[in-house]
């Protein structure tokens, strides 16, 4: 498989474009993230210190609801060769073990002379805006023929 069979090239995008993938956040997944960022935080790893916590149980890191936005970015759109230039994070509400978090991408402008790309970006859990923000990347071009 070539590295274009994932990517939509800068020419090729269009304002309101969409992407959805989901991800199942799972124990496993936030120690790992735990693991690699080295953000032991209780909240995320203790399910005892969470239950004693405002939120009554473990919950996601809000950066990981950030790999996942950024996963879909690398992953579909725009794809591989993207490279990110900033990320806003608006965190509503937190995602726990056991939540299916989708991940909704919609291309909002494009500077075909830049290559710079803003793209809206949503997670949701049962429908609701869990976290919600804007990527600015800038979109691979087609390579010369």
Not at 18 to 43: C, K, L, M, W, Y
């Amino acid at each position: 498989m070539s590295d274009s069979a994932h990517t939509v090239y800068l020419e090729d995008l269009m304002i309101d474009q969409e992407i959805t993938r989901t991800f199942q956040v799972t124990d496993a997944a936030i120690a790992a993230f735990a693991e690699v960022s080295g953000d032991h935080n209780p909240i995320h790893v203790d399910e005892a210190y969470a239950a004693a916590s405002p939120f009554k149980g473990k919950v996601a890191h809000g950066m990981l609801a950030g790999a996942y936005i950024s996963a879909t970015v690398a992953g579909g759109l725009p794809g591989w060769g993207t490279i990110y230039v900033g990320q806003t994070l608006s965190f509503k509400r937190a995602i726990r073990p056991g939540d299916e978090a989708t991940v909704h991408i919609r291309v909002k402008d494009i500077n075909l002379k830049t290559a710079h790309v803003q793209l809206q970006t949503t997670v949701r859990v049962r429908g609701k805006v869990f976290v919600d923000g804007v990527a600015e990347v800038l979109a691979p071009k087609k390579p010369a023929q």
